[in-house]
């Protein structure tokens, strides 16, 4: 059984940085596409990052690019999120996801998310 385990939220000021891990549990990120994504009240979970299973291919929604970096650690079986100059608006849940197979296609298997709170 797959699971995906989120951690590393928290209440930080606007400027700050933190780093979201995605721990994986019966599957490995070595061999299938992952990503991050968020969700805020009221409005649609948002795909922010992606990586591709070997690490070469690397996707940034406009919104974050230029603050956020994803990453993996293969022999972790980990991936993560850098986030740095946060904001206001990058208040929202947190998910980490991992496709099915070596593409990034869904569905998807998804973490329980992490909560990320920012303060002006």
């Known amino acids: 059984q797959v699971q995906l385990l989120e951690s590393g939220g928290g209440l930080v000021q606007a400027g700050v940085s933190l780093r979201l891990s995605c721990a994986a549990s019966g599957r490995t990120f070595s061999r299938y596409a992952s990503g991050w994504f968020r969700q805020a009240p009221g409005k649609e979970r948002e795909l922010l990052a992606r990586?591709?299973?070997?690490?070469?291919?690397?996707y940034y929604a406009d919104s974050v690019k230029g603050r956020f970096t994803i990453s993996k650690d293969n022999a972790k079986n980990t991936m993560y999120l850098q986030m740095n100059s946060l904001k206001p608006e990058d208040t929202a849940v947190y998910y980490c996801a991992a496709s099915r197979t070596a593409a990034w296609v869904a569905p998807f298997y998804w973490g329980q998310g992490t909560q990320v709170t920012v303060s002006s």
């Open positions: 990586i591709s299973w070997n690490g070469g291919s690397l």
